[in-house]
């Protein structure tokens, strides 16, 4: 290969090996059939503790939903929740956590100590895709990906990226105890 060959093939692949690693999709594979909700946060796993019978959240009404998981382990452990309003089914929902309540797409990374640190994502920062919803048996499964930012007074890195987010389970009605 002459020496002008050698550089262009090098740029065209440096190029596909770029736009590759660029374009991979942040959302990951389609929730598994267990209840679980799980995530990358800039690079670490975060596995959450499901409850039985798999308990992520409560749902307000049939289309607003909170979905709050500790992660398992130590009793002051990492918090992912979101709060999803407008939900109609399946279908991919940008983050809005501007919007009034029953509309608003809000999610929120806690580390450890809610009191020391937090991150939130703002507008159009991620998306959550719903794969399946039913308000009636108040099951859901989903994945997300967003970007957060850490809340004003509080250390820590600016900015941190959830990736790879995937959970499924039932959420309670509203003021029941429990799941069932």
Do not use: K
């Not at 090996?17 to 374009?23: D, L």
């Not at 929730?31 to 975060?46: I, K, N, Q, R, W």
């Not at 991620?126 to 859901?140: H, K, L």
């Not at 790879?164 to 039932?170: A, D, L, P």
């Amino acid at each position: 290969m002459r020496p002008q060959n050698r550089s262009a093939y090098a740029r065209t692949v440096f190029w596909l090996v770029t736009v590759s690693a660029c374009s991979a999709d942040p959302l990951g594979p389609l929730p598994g059939p267990e209840d679980h909700l799980s995530a990358t946060v800039d690079g670490a796993h975060f596995v959450g503790f499901v409850p039985a019978p798999g308990c992520i959240g409560s749902q307000l009404t049939p289309s607003m939903f909170f979905v709050s998981v500790n992660a398992g382990g130590t009793l002051q452990s990492g918090n992912l929740s979101f709060h999803l309003g407008d939900i109609s089914g399946p279908g991919r929902y940008p983050m809005r956590p501007n919007e009034v309540q029953e509309h608003q797409r809000a999610a929120i990374y806690t580390p450890d100590d809610p009191a020391r640190l937090q991150y939130s994502a703002p507008a159009e920062s991620g998306e959550i895709v719903i794969d399946e919803y039913d308000a009636s048996q108040r099951t859901v499964a989903g994945r997300f990906f967003f970007n957060a930012i850490r809340v004003v007074g509080t250390e820590g890195p600016e900015w941190i990226h959830i990736r790879q987010g995937s959970f499924r389970g039932r959420l309670r009605a509203w003021g029941a105890p429990d799941c069932s």
